[in-house]
């Protein structure tokens, strides 16, 4: 999840205008977070995820069994 659909319980705004200090830090630290907050697999949701890990595993079991 990113960061801009977060709300703050201390201001109730959100989390990316950083309007209270409370705000502020959670920004700073979501935004230290890496790859998966900002990178590819951002935009993707669970299922997506899961099925990208089947293609994966399927592909390689089909190279396994190709070699063999």
Do not use: K, S
């Not at 230290?32 to 951002?42: E, P, R, S, V």
């Not at 995820?49 to 069994?65: F, G, K, Q």
């Amino acid at each position: 999840m990113t960061y801009d659909r977060l709300v703050c319980a201390n201001c109730a705004a959100p989390v990316n205008e950083g309007r209270c200090p409370v705000c502020r830090a959670n920004r700073e630290r979501l935004q230290q977070q890496g790859f998966f907050q900002d990178g590819f697999f951002a935009g993707l949701n669970p299922m997506a995820l899961i099925a990208l890990l089947a293609v994966l595993i399927a592909a390689v079991a089909l190279l396994a069994h190709q070699t063999a």
